[in-house]
């Protein structure tokens, strides 16, 4: 039993591999291009097809092309030595799928099926029905086919230029074409008592182009296929439509839209890029397993909606009351009266209520001054509403600090008084203890100005130059109570030359006292020996100065970085979240900036620029 079950494990890890094995090799699709890769409409079909098929495999792919370049030279050409080429050039490289695109390759490979490829499925695409052979079609095959009624192209034409009396065919003369010739003078059969048929497959293009430039008064053209005229030369039929269209004197009508919009009036046409679209989804459903023979597709009718080239419409005379219902017209430019048909009518107007329109114009230019203006102040009102904020957050330091010098002259005071009494006084210690009083006075005094500095108004309007270094120093003293009252620590560096700036003291020293104030508020949860806030200013190229403000503290958290100067952002629970928001719109409306950056060590650091005076 052991040799037997080794044996069956092996030949299972054997199947494993072999699949393995056979899951990593790409599917392989060959494409089988009637005339060749750029003749139309098959090589748009192909284009559209290998660009849909890329798009929506859930595997790799490697596609092969080949093209039918026998079909160019006639009915008589011996075709197995491309067969012999196409059976030697896979003998070695197992295809899963082949696709034949058009009905010269359709009709290829039906006449050698059993030579080419005969396991291989097999999908007929971009042919009309007509040309696929019914009873050639095995369990491998699959077809997705077009359905055409050439007369309706002459319902169309006539719809659109009922007197039209003389209809010029333009096709080629390959045996494809030949075919189609017939099946078309079958259709048109019924027409010939009211118009005119003429076929140009038996003329060269040459000869083609000097007709369609000569047809009688009332003609139409239909174009068909030109891939091969009747000198043998092929034609790759869009530019040999574009030659057409640039000499028929005479509107131009098709089945498939792939000339629509290069000179083809339209009307119901068989879209191709629905067909490349149909064609891809049942390859892939034959890709990922399904039987081609189980695939039945319903054959592709035209359009359910006519469109028309509206550029064509305006040249050959046709009104638009003549399309069918629901048509749609594309490539429209509105005329002189469609484009300024409101300017014309309305220019009477226009001048009627010229005055009434400046009039109000006036007014609304008087109320947009009185509301830039009502901003203007609203503006200077939050500025100087959050410099009182910020002198009232200071207050309690800020009386500390007055406290000293006035506890000074009280005591200094009351021993002048005990001096004076003692006989003889001691003059030259009492002059020593009044020159500290006056001292103590003047420090006092000092802390006042600085807060009635920091509170007023005076320079809201116009800014004056001011030294950077001296709005600095003056809002470091006004928060220096606060941080020793917090155990922070002030560093200030300053150039030794002076930065003279265009703008507000006030608001320099309201712009660095909130960036001060909440870096000693970012310091809190640190240790009380590691409070740490620097204060530098220094010169940044030859035309700005910069103000740094940085801490010691843990740093702004980096989700947070972009939002800190957003209005009523703020990540303290007593914060308004105006502070910087409004530091930002002073420093801005001098032509500066401020920005916001963690430091590498640890710590925020808060900067503004400005341009030197």
């Given at each position: 039993m052991k040799p037997r079950l080794q044996i069956a494990i092996g030949a299972v890890l054997l199947l494993f591999a072999m699949l393995s094995a056979a899951a990593a090799q790409p599917k392989r699709v060959l494409m089988l291009n009637s005339f060749g890769r750029d003749f139309s409409p098959w090589s748009e079909i192909a284009r559209d097809f290998r660009a849909e098929l890329d798009r929506r495999s859930p595997e790799s792919l490697e596609v092969y092309d080949a093209s039918l370049m026998i079909e160019r030279f006639g009915a008589d050409q011996?075709?197995?030595?491309?067969?012999?080429?196409?059976?030697?050039?896979?003998?070695?490289?197992?295809?899963?799928?082949?696709?034949?695109?058009?009905?010269?390759?359709?009709?290829?490979?039906?006449?050698?099926?059993?030579?080419?490829?005969p396991a291989t499925p097999m999908l007929f695409c971009g042919v009309e029905q007509r040309r696929i052979s019914s009873a050639l079609l095995g369990r491998n095959d699959t077809v997705v086919a077009s359905s055409s009624d050439p007369s309706s192209m002459i319902e169309n034409i006539l719809q659109l230029l009922p007197e039209t009396n003389h209809i010029a065919v333009v096709s080629g003369n390959s045996p494809n074409e030949q075919f189609w010739r017939q099946e078309r003078q079958a259709a048109f059969r019924p027409y010939e008592n009211r118009i005119s048929f003429t076929w140009f497959n038996?003329?060269?293009?040459?000869?083609?182009?000097?007709?369609?430039?000569?047809?009688?008064?009332r003609s139409a053209i239909i174009f068909t296929t030109l891939s091969v005229d009747a000198a043998g030369i092929s034609h790759e039929e869009s530019k040999s439509f574009l030659r057409l269209h640039a000499v028929a004197n005479a509107p131009i009508f098709g089945q498939s839209d792939i000339n629509f919009g290069k000179g083809l009036v339209g009307g119901s046409l068989?879209?191709?890029?629905?067909?490349?679209?149909?064609?891809?989804?049942?390859?892939?459903?034959?890709?990922?397993?399904?039987?081609?023979?189980?695939?039945?597709?319903?054959?592709?009718?035209?359009?359910?909606?006519?469109?028309?080239?509206?550029?064509?419409?305006?040249?050959?005379?046709?009104?638009?009351?003549?399309?069918?219902?629901g048509s749609a017209v594309f490539f429209r430019h509105p005329s002189m009266w469609e484009q300024y048909r409101l300017q014309m009518s309305g220019a009477l107007a226009v001048?009627?209520?010229q005055s009434g329109l400046i009039f109000w114009l006036l007014i609304e230019h008087r109320r947009r001054q009185l509301a830039e203006i009502e901003a203007a102040n609203r503006r200077r009102e939050v500025i100087h509403l959050n410099r009182t904020a910020a002198a009232t957050v200071l207050s309690s330091s800020i009386a500390h600090e007055l406290n000293q010098p006035l506890g000074a002259i009280l005591s200094n005071a009351e021993t002048v008084?005990?001096?004076?009494?003692?006989?003889?006084?001691?003059?030259?210690?009492?002059?020593?203890?009044?020159?500290?009083?006056?001292?103590?006075?003047?420090?006092?005094?000092?802390?006042?100005?600085?807060?009635?500095?920091?509170?007023?108004?005076?320079?809201?309007?116009?800014?004056?130059?001011s030294d950077l270094n001296d709005s600095v120093r003056e809002a470091v003293s006004v928060a220096a109570p606060e941080a020793a009252k917090r155990g922070v620590r002030l560093m200030t560096v300053q150039v030794p030359e002076a930065l003279p700036v265009k703008a507000g003291n006030i608001h320099l020293q309201q712009v660095v006292l909130n960036l001060v104030m909440n870096a000693i508020d970012a310091l809190q949860s640190c240790d009380p020996g590691n409070?740490?806030?620097t204060i530098q200013t220094s010169r940044s190229g030859k035309s700005e100065v910069e103000v740094k403000v940085s801490d010691s503290g843990k740093g702004i958290p980096e989700d947070k970085l972009k939002d800190v100067f957003e209005a009523f952002f703020t990540t303290k629970a007593d914060g308004t979240g105006l502070g910087l928001p409004i530091?930002?719109?002073?420093?801005?409306?001098?032509?500066?900036?401020?920005?916001a950056e963690n430091r590498v060590g640890g710590g925020a650091v808060f900067s503004f620029a400005l341009p030197l005076a």
């Amino acid at each position: 039993m052991k040799p037997r079950l080794q044996i069956a494990i092996g030949a299972v890890l054997l199947l494993f591999a072999m699949l393995s094995a056979a899951a990593a090799q790409p599917k392989r699709v060959l494409m089988l291009n009637s005339f060749g890769r750029d003749f139309s409409p098959w090589s748009e079909i192909a284009r559209d097809f290998r660009a849909e098929l890329d798009r929506r495999s859930p595997e790799s792919l490697e596609v092969y092309d080949a093209s039918l370049m026998i079909e160019r030279f006639g009915a008589d050409q011996d075709e197995a030595p491309f067969v012999e080429y196409l059976v030697g050039l896979f003998a070695t490289r197992k295809l899963d799928l082949v696709v034949a695109i058009g009905a010269p390759a359709a009709r290829f490979v039906q006449r050698h099926r059993s030579r080419l490829f005969p396991a291989t499925p097999m999908l007929f695409c971009g042919v009309e029905q007509r040309r696929i052979s019914s009873a050639l079609l095995g369990r491998n095959d699959t077809v997705v086919a077009s359905s055409s009624d050439p007369s309706s192209m002459i319902e169309n034409i006539l719809q659109l230029l009922p007197e039209t009396n003389h209809i010029a065919v333009v096709s080629g003369n390959s045996p494809n074409e030949q075919f189609w010739r017939q099946e078309r003078q079958a259709a048109f059969r019924p027409y010939e008592n009211r118009i005119s048929f003429t076929w140009f497959n038996e003329l060269s293009f040459e000869d083609m182009l000097k007709r369609a430039a000569t047809l009688p008064p009332r003609s139409a053209i239909i174009f068909t296929t030109l891939s091969v005229d009747a000198a043998g030369i092929s034609h790759e039929e869009s530019k040999s439509f574009l030659r057409l269209h640039a000499v028929a004197n005479a509107p131009i009508f098709g089945q498939s839209d792939i000339n629509f919009g290069k000179g083809l009036v339209g009307g119901s046409l068989v879209e191709l890029q629905a067909t490349a679209e149909r064609s891809a989804s049942v390859a892939l459903r034959i890709l990922s397993g399904e039987a081609a023979g189980d695939i039945k597709t319903p054959p592709q009718m035209r359009a359910s909606t006519a469109k028309y080239d509206w550029r064509e419409l305006v040249r050959w005379n046709i009104s638009e009351s003549r399309l069918p219902p629901g048509s749609a017209v594309f490539f429209r430019h509105p005329s002189m009266w469609e484009q300024y048909r409101l300017q014309m009518s309305g220019a009477l107007a226009v001048l009627l209520l010229q005055s009434g329109l400046i009039f109000w114009l006036l007014i609304e230019h008087r109320r947009r001054q009185l509301a830039e203006i009502e901003a203007a102040n609203r503006r200077r009102e939050v500025i100087h509403l959050n410099r009182t904020a910020a002198a009232t957050v200071l207050s309690s330091s800020i009386a500390h600090e007055l406290n000293q010098p006035l506890g000074a002259i009280l005591s200094n005071a009351e021993t002048v008084e005990i001096l004076l009494k003692t006989v003889p006084p001691d003059l030259g210690l009492i002059g020593e203890i009044v020159a500290d009083i006056r001292q103590a006075d003047l420090r006092a005094a000092e802390i006042i100005q600085q807060l009635r500095s920091l509170l007023k108004k005076r320079d809201e309007v116009d800014p004056q130059i001011s030294d950077l270094n001296d709005s600095v120093r003056e809002a470091v003293s006004v928060a220096a109570p606060e941080a020793a009252k917090r155990g922070v620590r002030l560093m200030t560096v300053q150039v030794p030359e002076a930065l003279p700036v265009k703008a507000g003291n006030i608001h320099l020293q309201q712009v660095v006292l909130n960036l001060v104030m909440n870096a000693i508020d970012a310091l809190q949860s640190c240790d009380p020996g590691n409070r740490i806030v620097t204060i530098q200013t220094s010169r940044s190229g030859k035309s700005e100065v910069e103000v740094k403000v940085s801490d010691s503290g843990k740093g702004i958290p980096e989700d947070k970085l972009k939002d800190v100067f957003e209005a009523f952002f703020t990540t303290k629970a007593d914060g308004t979240g105006l502070g910087l928001p409004i530091s930002r719109t002073i420093i801005e409306s001098y032509g500066g900036t401020l920005r916001a950056e963690n430091r590498v060590g640890g710590g925020a650091v808060f900067s503004f620029a400005l341009p030197l005076a």
